[in-house]
């Protein structure tokens, strides 16, 4: 495996295990359509998520709320960042609706980081929650938010409304932390998920990984037992994909026998569940995800 060094460029071309179908283009364009006209976005297309044709042919979706523009800048992250928009207060109806409309029995919902609100948005966190519980009381909701600089406050806020997962990405090793997250400290995510669960014992707390960003076995295997110290039930573990020439390159393109390795690793420290391959993504399969870990829990 690659040593643990910055990466100067580009590598080679998507080996085999890498190359994904584009997914049915009437289902997909359908769904772009609908989103449109209720002017809601998904990291998905923002993101530039390879999953996409897959799951927006499947029906699903991971709306991503508080505007298309993020307060911070990371280097990995395909998310236009500048000075967000004021929110639109139709939003979490909005997402509400498509919910519905869309049949979905899991939801995630996410945001971009919005440093710039009093509450960082997290008052249209809960709003959105409280608008598709009822609309849909029996859909059960993933929320993946930005670390709220482990404010008490806005935890509360987002914590009260209810969501029945409380995702938060740690996202790369303690040492790669500072070169591609901005503003971000991998101290502070732990903390994020560790004072969530004080607050909300109950509430099931996810994190993800990613891999091929110049990160050891060693480091990754540290960070999955930081975020089993800190009480995280669920983790996701996936390979970073560069967006475009302007971002963070990739190092390494972790073979899936490293991803088996970091799955019985992280099954042995205690996670609930351990979701790990190429293509995984906080939310990718996430419905999957919440059933599986829910099944360990009772």
Known sequence: MTQPNAPQGRIGRLPPWLKKSAGDYQAIHALKSHLRARRLTTV?????????????????????????????????????????????????????????????????????????????????????????????????????????????????????????????????????????????????????????????PQTMTKSGLMVGLGESPTEMEQALRDLRDVGCDVVTIGQYLQPTAQHYPVAEFVPPAQFAQYQQFGAALGFRHVFSGPFVRSSYMAESQWIRAKTREE
């Open 44 to 200: 998905c297309e923002e993101a530039r998520c390879p999953n996409i044709g897959e799951c927006f042919s499947r029906g699903t979706a991971t709306f991503m709320i508080c505007g298309e523009v993020c307060t911070r800048a990371c280097r990995f992250c395909a998310v236009q960042h500048g000075r967000g928009a004021p929110l639109d207060p139709d939003e979490p109806r909005h997402v509400a609706e498509q919910v519905a409309a869309m049949g979905l029995h899991h939801v995630v919902v996410t945001s971009v980081a919005r440093d710039d609100l009093p509450d960082e948005g997290a008052a249209h966190f809960a709003a959105t929650i409280h608008a598709i519980r009822a609309a849909t009381p029996s859909t059960t909701i993933e929320v993946l938010v930005p670390d709220f600089h482990d404010r008490t406050d806005c935890l509360q806020i987002v914590g009260v409304a209810a969501p029945d997962i409380f995702n938060h990405n740690l996202e790369t090793v303690r040492r790669l932390t500072p070169q591609i997250r901005s503003k971000a400290r991998y101290d502070r995510s732990l903390a994020v998920l560790q004072h969530f669960k004080t607050l909300f």
